[in-house]
Structures are given as C-alpha cells and as structure tokens.
C-alpha cells in the first residue's frame, strides 16, 4: 500500500511539473507575442471597427467631434449611396472595374515573371547571381514617388518608348501614354477592323451595342501603363520569396528525379511547381491585396483627363474623403469597409483555387 501510495504522489508531482512548465511556457508565449498584438490591436483592429462606426453616420471628417452636432447616425444609408441609389453608384461601380482590370492584368504577370527571375537566379551555371538578384530587387526598394516620376518621363509624348517605338516601326503616331482614355482591347480590336459600330451587328438594341463595346473595353491605356509600373516595382521582392523557397528544396529530389529520368521541363513541373505551392498561394495573396490597395502610383500618374479610367477603389476612398468641395468621411468609411469585404472573400476564393498546403506525395 505503502509502494502504491508513493507511485501515485510521485506521477501527481511528475503531472504537476508538466502543467507549471506548461503554464510557463504558454505565459513566455503571450509575453513574447504581446507587443506584436499591441500594435495590430492599436493601428488595424481598432481603426477597423472605428472605422466601421463612422460608415454608419455622416461626419465631413472637418468638424471636430467634440462639436455636439460633428454627425449623426445614419444607419446604412452610405451603403446604399455607395452600392445601390446614390450618386456615387457610378464612381463606385466604375473604380472596381478598373481595380478588376488592375487586379487581373498585374497579379498573374508578377507571379509568373517573379517566379521565372527565381529559377533563373537560382542556377549555379549563372555567372554574377548576386549581381541580377541585387538588380532586378532594386526596384522594389526605390521610392514609389521616384519610379513613377521616371514612369511618366519614359512614357510622355516625347519619352524614350515612344521614340523606340517610332524608330521600330515607321507609321507609329506617338501616344501619351498616360493621357489616353483610350481601351487597351479597344486599340487591339481596331487593328484588325472592329469598332463600336460593327461590333455586336446582329444585336437590335443601339444601347446593347453600346454597352457590349463599353465592356470589352478593357483597361485604359494610361491604366495599363500603371499596371507595367506596378509589375516591374513588385516582381522584385516577389522573386526573393521564390527564391529562399527554391533553395529550401532538398537536392536529393532533383537528384532522384534525374536518376529516373526526368527531363528538366517534367522535374519544374511535377517537382518544382507543387513544392512551391504555398509559396505561390503566399505570392499570389499578398500580390492580390496589394493590386486592391494600389493608391500612390495612381495618386502620381493619373490626372484629371484620365480621372476616370484610372479610378480605383483605394483612390475613391480618399477622394471621397478629402473631396475639397464635398468630404464626406462617412461615405469614404463605408467605401473602405467594402473593400475590406471584398478583398477578405476574393482572398478566400484564391485560397480555394490557389490553396496553401503542401501538394501530397
């Protein structure tokens, strides 16, 4: 009894000293990830809900809020001045498609572009590695306000591309590329003879027609020059992350792979392509956040002629916002709120498309 007695005290300590390092160890833990916390919870989850407050009332955003009368509640009335029987239905409609357009044109042409720039560094064959990692990096970390400043020099009506372009091609009228309204589909179209009036022939309705061409317009092409900016800024640091993702993976593998062999376009693809898959689901969310929050490239090179070809979801918030003839702070929190919204749901669907886990065996 005696025996028994001391197994069970001894395995009660033995719990015991398992719980308190437990306990230690879980009190280490939120000690370490406090400050972390801290400052999500004081610069994004307070402004979030902040912010949703002020999206269901109608301060400019000027008068003080310790005015008695800076606001009232007005429920969802923004929402439906933003999304269904406003005057700003039109603004809003039209900056997501152009963010759409954003969206579709530069997330898919980074990923791919970063990913090829990492394999290509990544080859012990390459001659000055450091040399093209340092260079095609270096974009990423210059100045936004720089690269769009040298943006505009290169694509003016007297820039380099247009001088390129005329040198290469004999008939080429120059383009100020970033003062045309003009569909990038629509350009593509016209070369091969279809316009706004032979487009949709067959369709009886004159505003159908209109409409169709409205829609296959694509981005503008001051859009798509902001879109090549973006592209060339982000594929840097896109490349980084492919990079220590390649190098993470085990030479055993390709050295498997060759034993059997596989050639090298069947090891990138059936080796490669799915190791890196959560690098790629990482690349491609980061990517898709950031198109949706573009704003300081189309603060510096969009201007008045191309206002509204180059509106975007990011830059109606604060043009709404800081409007000098109309603020209206409530309207531009219910704008950004639903672009909250829609960012969280197109990211989840590009998680069930693109997914995180690691491809199975």
Request: proline fraction near 3%; charge should be neutral; glycine fraction near 8%.
């Amino acid at each position: 009894m005696e025996q028994a007695a001391s197994t069970a005290t001894a395995q009660q300590k033995t719990l015991n000293s398992q719980d308190n390092a437990k306990r230690q160890e879980a009190v280490a833990g939120l000690a370490f990830t406090a400050p972390a916390f801290l400052i999500l919870l004081v610069f994004l989850i307070l402004p979030l809900f902040v912010a949703f407050y002020f999206s269901l009332t109608d301060w400019n955003g000027r008068t003080p809020l310790t005015n008695d009368d800076a606001y009232s509640i007005v429920g969802i009335e923004n929402y439906e001045t933003l999304l269904i029987n406003g005057r700003r239905v039109d603004d809003f409609y039209n900056a997501l498609k152009n963010t759409i357009y954003y969206v579709i044109g530069v997330v898919p042409l980074q990923t791919a572009l970063a990913l090829v720039l990492a394999v290509i560094v990544n080859q012990r064959w390459l001659k000055g590695r450091g040399f093209f990692r340092t260079a095609f990096y270096f974009p990423s970390i210059t100045s936004s306000i720089v690269v769009s400043m040298i943006f505009l020099f290169l694509f003016s009506n007297t820039g380099p591309v247009n001088g390129l372009l005329g040198a290469i091609f004999p008939n080429y009228e120059r383009v100020s590329w970033l003062s045309d309204n003009n569909g990038l589909f629509h350009n593509i179209l016209g070369i091969v003879g279809i316009n706004e009036g032979n487009v949709g022939g067959w369709a009886q309705s004159e505003v159908f027609r209109i409409e169709l061409w409205d829609w296959i317009s694509g981005p503008s092409v001051a859009m798509f020059t902001i879109m090549l900016l973006a592209v060339w800024t982000t594929i840097g640091t896109m490349m980084v992350i492919y990079l220590a993702a390649l190098q993470n993976i085990p030479s055993s593998v390709y050295e498997a792979a060759q034993v059997d062999g596989a050639t090298g376009l069947q090891t990138f693809r059936k080796i490669t392509l799915p190791l890196l898959r959560p690098t790629t689901f990482f690349v491609v969310t980061i990517g898709l956040i950031g198109t949706f929050q573009v704003f300081d490239q189309i603060y510096m090179l969009r201007n008045d002629q191309t206002r509204r070809t180059t509106m975007t979801a990011a830059y109606l918030v604060y043009d709404t916002a800081f409007n000098l003839g109309d603020p209206r702070m409530g309207l531009a929190a219910a704008s950004a709120i639903t672009l909250f919204v829609i960012i969280f749901f197109a990211t989840v669907l590009q998680r069930r498309f693109v997914g995180g886990d690691q491809a199975d065996n």
